[in-house]
């Protein structure tokens, strides 16, 4: 897996979830579970609704096997969704009209996380948010999709 979340975390957990739908609520019970262990349920609600958006997102733009990754590092928590699907665009936020169903979920991520982006991967594409916690001692990562 060519992840953006490569180096040295505190906490970090990874697997991989078939592209099916209840991998929704299987990453959205995964977050859940970790953030628990790691003391922070308090971060649970924003994380898993964002996670289920990231995740949901993968399954309408993409085929194949969902990578998703999960840290947790000096008071900054960090989820990574990635998907095998080469010929998949990178994700842009854009401000859905009241009539539309779909379009919301890339402005969930720029009102709640302090930070999100995506990026190219040897075999897709990744995308990532990134949340502060009240005892962070990190900065969140550029606010900005990579090309």
Known sequence: ?????EGSYGQKTSCSFAPESVSVPRARHLTRACLAD???HEHSTV?????SELVTN???????TIRFALSFEDGLLRCEVGDADADSSLPRAHRARDDEERGRGLHLLELLSCCWGSARTTDGKA???ELTTANST??????STEA
């Open 58 to 64: 993968a399954l309408c733009h993409s085929r194949g």
């Open 38 to 40: 790691w003391g922070l």
């Open 138 to 143: 990190a900065n969140c990562s550029a606010n």
């Open 127 to 129: 995308v990532w948010f």
């Open 47 to 51: 994380a898993e609704l964002l996670v």
């Open 1 to 5: 897996m060519n992840s953006l979340l």
